[in-house]
C-alpha cells in the first residue's frame, strides 16, 4: 500500500516522521477521514473545506495547496486500486527542535486504505452508548486527540457499546459521531460545542425540520427515538444509553424514514 508524505509517494508500512514532530510531542495536528464507495469519493469537497479549516483555526502553518491535496488523494486511489475503502488526511505542526517552537511548515500524510462496514445487526437493533462528562477542546476543529476516547475503550467494550456520549451543561456528541434524539415526530440534535459532522450536515440539508438546540442529560429518558451520525456508520439507530432505554428500546419509525431519505438522496 502506498501513501504521501508531504507530496513524496512511499509505501505505507516504511513511511515515518521525524521524533520531533509536533503531533507526536504536543499533539498539535488534525486530520479529515472519508470514504470511497464505488470508486467515488464520498462528499470529497465538504471534508476538504474542513480539513482545511480545521487547519485554519488550529493556525497551523500550511503550504500545500486544496488542489495538490485533492490531486494526491486521486493519484492514491489509482494506484492503490481502492474501489472500496477511505481517504485519511493527517497535517501536524511539523518538526520541532525543541519540541515546542512552531515551524515554518508541517507535515501532511494522505493514506487510503480498506474499511470494514459495521455489524449489519447495528441497523436493525440498534447499538448502546455509555456516558461521561466531559468536553472536547477546540470541539470545532477535527484534531487527532482522542486520548479521551481511547482511555474509555475498555469500559465501551464492556458495556457492549459502539462509543461514548460527551455532556458537560448540555449534551455535545460522542467520540465520534454527532448525535440525533426524536420527541414526538420531531428530531433535535446539539447546535454548540461539537463538531459540525459532513453527515450530520448532509442530513439537515435534506431533513431542514431537524431542530438544532441545547439538549440537557436529563432529557435522555424523555425521548423516543435516538441514532447517531458519521461517516463510516452513517446513520445508525441508539437504543440504549448506559441503564436508560431509549423509548420502547426497538429501532423507531422517524430513524427508519430519516434512513431511507438518506440513502436516496445520497445513495
Known amino acids: 500500500m502506498l501513501a504521501f508524505v508531504n507530496n513524496e509517494l512511499t509505501n505505507l508500512h516504511s513511511a515515518g516522521i521525524s521524533i520531533t514532530d509536533l503531533g507526536l510531542n504536543r499533539g498539535y495536528a488534525v486530520f479529515d477521514f472519508f470514504r470511497i464507495i464505488n470508486g467515488k469519493f464520498r462528499f470529497i469537497e465538504e471534508h476538504l473545506e474542513r480539513f482545511f479549516q480545521s487547519i485554519a483555526l488550529g493556525k497551523l502553518p500550511f503550504s500545500f495547496t486544496k488542489a495538490e491535496v485533492r490531486e494526491n488523494i486521486k493519484i492514491l486511489q489509482a494506484k492503490n486500486n481502492i474501489y472500496n475503502g477511505f481517504v485519511k488526511a493527517v497535517y501536524t505542526a511539523g518538526n520541532s527542535p525543541d519540541f ?18 459495521p455489524n ?13 462528562k466531559y468536553q472536547r477542546e477546540c470541539p470545532e476543529i477535527k484534531t487527532t486527540n482522542y486520548f479521551f476516547a ?24 460522542t467520540s465520534r459521531c454527532n448525535i440525533f434524539f426524536v420527541k414526538n415526530k420531531s428530531v433535535f440534535t446539539p447546535k454548540r460545542n461539537i463538531l459540525q459532522g459532513i453527515t450530520r450536515k448532509k442530513l ?8 438544532e438546540t441545547d439538549i440537557s442529560f436529563d432529557e435522555i429518558k424523555t ?5 447517531i451520525t458519521s461517516t463510516t456508520k452513517e ?16 429501532v423507531g419509525e422517524v430513524y427508519k424514514a430519516l434512513h431511507q431519505e438518506f440513502a436516496e438522496a445520497y445513495g
Request: glycine share 6%.
Open 120 to 132: 449489519s445487526e447495528y441497523y436493525t437493533e440498534g447499538v448502546n452508548l455509555i456516558s461521561k
Open 150 to 173: 481511547q482511555m474509555n475503550r475498555a469500559e465501551i467494550k464492556s458495556a457492549n457499546a459502539v462509543d461514548v456520549i460527551y455532556y458537560a451543561d448540555y449534551i455535545t456528541e
Open 223 to 227: 425521548f423516543d427515538e435516538a441514532f
Open 204 to 211: 439537515i440539508e435534506i431533513a431542514p425540520q431537524i431542530k
Open 235 to 250: 446513520l445508525m439507530p441508539v437504543v440504549k444509553i448506559d441503564n436508560m432505554i431509549i423509548g420502547n428500546g426497538k
Open 100 to 117: 515546542a517552537t512552531v515551524p515554518e511548515k508541517g507535515n501532511l500524510i494522505i493514506s487510503v486504505g480498506y474499511l470494514t462496514p
